[in-house]
């Protein structure tokens, strides 16, 4: 994991140690050198370069920048034929979590999802445009919640002191999802009134 405390992005390393097969969720382009040599630290092969969402609008160059690791990079849609990307002997699964932009995607690795802004410990990953309350609120209640109980949560910025939350927690703690109906969520509006996340 590698978590850059001044612009509380986490990005994070999965590894079949093995196998020498890694894969990257959520790099960001001035990340790579110090991800390069984490990979090189631990010996391990790049397979695929996982993107929850990005902002290539405000990013300009990232895109490109992260292309340079030559390796597949999975966004915007869960890729065809199959949700499964295989790495070593592991093997993730690609959810489509549509909310904080119209083509976000979640990846579940073991029991842990890695969920980008979708969801974090004490909000959501609001936009001043948010692309679709309504895909949001299904991506989390009908999605996200309705995984087992013990799976661990991961978004791409972490709160102060606290990375990891679980379905279990978010469930009946969220202050929007756990005791709001839906159309109380949707009823949050101005939304650019809400504390922004992205």
């Known amino acids: 994991m590698l978590h850059d405390q001044e612009q509380h992005r986490v990005t994070y390393l999965l590894a079949d140690l093995q196998a ?22 631990h010996r391990v092969g790049l397979r695929w370069l996982l993107r929850t969402h990005e902002h290539d609008d405000v990013m300009p160059g990232e895109h490109k920048a992260l292309a340079r690791m030559d390796v597949p990079i999975v966004q915007h849609r ?5 949700s499964r990307l295989d790495f070593g002997r592991e093997a993730i699964q690609v959810m489509a979590t549509p909310g904080h932009t119209d083509h976000c995607l979640s990846f579940l ?6 969920c980008g802004d979708l969801l974090s410990l004490q909000g959501c990953g609001w936009r001043t445009d948010p692309q679709c309350p309504e895909a949001m609120w299904n991506s989390v209640v009908n999605k996200v919640f309705r995984l087992p109980s013990e799976t ?16 279990y927690e978010q469930r009946r703690n969220h202050p929007w999802f756990a005791s709001a109906s839906r159309d109380q969520f949707l009823a949050a509006v101005p939304w650019a009134a809400l504390p922004s996340f992205a």
């Open 78 to 82: 869960v890729p065809a034929p199959a």
């Open 109 to 114: 690795w073991r029991d842990r999802l890695f």
């Open 152 to 167: 661990l949560l991961f978004a791409s910025h972490g709160e102060p002191g606290r990375i990891v939350s679980s379905v």
């Open 20 to 41: 020498r097969e890694a894969v990257l969720v959520d790099p960001h382009a001035s990340d790579l050198p110090v991800l390069r040599a984490m990979l090189d630290e």
